[in-house]
């Protein structure tokens, strides 16, 4: 008889063992030979040295398929411990699997080049409207490299940037503060990795989400980092994000030029970031649009509407300048005296 501690690694114990611990026991009767005991991510077992070996081989084959689809059924658990290969989930286009064992893919043409691009070249650039995409499908990304262990850090990041409202009246510290403009970055992440993973990954830095001012003076490594509503970016601030890039690293920059929150006599980086490197060996550039956007119908519509307002803001604009011209040549051609 011997003993022996199995430590999950990778996954959330809660999905493993199954809504009350309904996968542990059926692993349990499936050896009944072996007196097994799980408590938080340590099964300890005690048995026969044979039947140890087995069932070790088989928890690490349960515990990778686990951790690539986010779920373990009963039916998973009892064809892998048999020595059955396990019915094939859809892995088409699939990015990742959500939490719930979802497939994230691409929804979209243009969301399948930026997974393409990013497969290609170190650094990619995501422009597009809201809705499109762009931000969940590059997080989905950074998630995949990690599962893979392609690296070993994620790391996101958004300028702080106010929106119509100022930063210093909100409530809290510095954190509490900033919280807010990194939300949609949590949420993303939420949808991918179990809650129990994700805060552990976070305790231990795996997972770094920052303000931009956060990045100054760093060499990223071993990871994939995220710059977030890059449209918001000074010229000093996206080329100084854009250098921190380290060995094994990719980028991805993602903005919607429809949304430059900056004062208006401010230059946004991204504009300029995308003139300056267009052509450049390794980087991407992916141009989402409105056919890309995948939430509620209504907000294609709403851009839609945006867009044609604007447009016509800025024929009105035009013909005021036009207007404005005729009449003050018209000044200028009248003799002096009239």
């Known amino acids: 008889m011997i003993e022996k501690l199995i430590v999950l690694e990778d996954i959330d114990p809660v999905i493993f063992y199954g809504v009350n611990n309904a996968n542990i026991q059926l692993i349990k009767a499936l050896y009944p030979k072996l007196r097994i005991v799980a408590r938080g991510n340590v099964i300890k077992v005690l048995g026969d040295e044979e039947e140890?070996?087995?069932?070790?081989?088989?928890?690490?084959?349960?515990?990778?398929?686990?951790?690539?689809?986010?779920?373990?059924k009963e039916e998973v658990i009892i064809d892998i411990i048999k020595g059955n290969a396990p019915q094939a989930e859809q892995t088409g286009n699939v990015i990742v699997f959500s939490v719930t064992g979802k497939p994230i893919i691409p929804r979209s043409e243009n969301q399948l080049k930026l997974v393409e691009g990013f497969s290609k070249n170190d650094m990619v650039f995501a422009i597009g409207p809201a809705g499109s995409g762009k931000t969940y499908t590059a997080i989905a990304l950074a998630v995949r490299a990690l599962k893979n262990k392609e690296i070993k850090k994620i790391i996101l990041s958004r300028p702080a940037v106010e929106a119509g409202e100022k930063l210093g009246f909100l409530p809290g510290d510095m954190k509490d503060k900033i919280d807010p403009y990194l939300q949609p970055l949590y949420d993303a992440l939420q949808d991918m990795i179990p809650a129990a993973k994700l805060k552990e990954y976070m305790d231990l830095n795996v997972i770094q989400i920052a303000p931009l001012a956060f990045m100054r003076g760093r060499t990223l490594n071993d990871a994939v980092v995220i710059l977030d509503e890059a449209q918001n970016?000074?010229?000093q601030q996206i080329k100084m994000f854009l250098t921190r890039m380290g060995m094994n690293t990719k980028m991805i920059v993602t903005g919607d030029m429809t949304q430059i929150d900056l004062p208006s006599s401010q230059t946004s980086g991204l504009v300029q970031a995308l003139r300056i490197l267009k052509g450049v060996k390794g980087i991407s550039f992916i141009e989402l649009n409105k056919k890309d956007i995948v939430r509620h119908k209504l907000v294609e519509r709403i851009v839609d509407a945006y867009d044609k307002f604007d447009k016509e803001v800025k024929i009105e604009r035009e013909n005021r300048k036009k207007e404005q011209l005729i009449i003050n040549g018209e000044r200028q051609s009248k003799p002096i005296g009239e």
């Not at 140890?52 to 373990?72: D, V």
């Open 233 to 235: 970016t000074t010229p």
């Open 52 to 72: 140890m070996c087995a069932f070790e081989e088989n928890i690490t084959k349960l515990e990778k398929y686990c951790a690539q689809y986010n779920s373990l």
